[in-house]
Nanobody, 122 residues
Framework: QVRLVESGGGLVQAGDSLTVSCYAS????????MAWFRRAPGSEREFVAR???????LYADAVKGRFTISRDNTKNTVFLQMDNLKPGDTAVYFC????????????????WGQGTQVTVSS
């Protein structure tokens, strides 16, 4: 089990940018697949983006071209840079970790953070 702590959420206006971060307490962070999910009010948790050990990334269609996931293995941290935010991006954003390079569905991630709220006003 990996302890994950998100930070950086907040209230922004439509069109603004925001970066959320997730620190992982694990010695072998560089080998983990890291991902961001989000859960909007009244909705199911949904996949946002994923980055594997090599730096290869994958994005949900809804955020492709606007969001960028990255990692700094020297700081055990994964980032989600969110540009051109829309009110529909309002959600609690969760960081997740998996030892599988194939992980993408939420049930394939074994460790989760507590979430950070991102609210986008119109």
């Amino acid at each position: 089990q990996v302890r994950l702590v998100e930070s950086g959420g907040g209230l922004v206006q439509a069109g603004d940018s925001l970066t959320v971060s997730c620190y992982a307490s694990v010695a072998t962070f560089s080998t983990y697949t890291m991902a961001w999910f989000r859960r909007a009010p009244g909705s199911e948790r949904e996949f946002v983006a994923r980055i594997i050990w090599s730096g290869a990334t994958l994005y949900a269609d809804a955020v492709k071209g606007r969001f960028t996931i990255s990692r700094d293995n020297t700081k055990n941290t994964v980032f989600l840079q969110m540009d051109n935010l829309k009110p529909g991006d309002t959600a609690v954003y969760f960081c997740a970790a998996s030892q599988s390079v194939f992980a993408m569905r939420s049930e394939t991630f074994t460790s989760w953070g507590q979430g950070t709220q991102v609210t986008v006003s119109s």
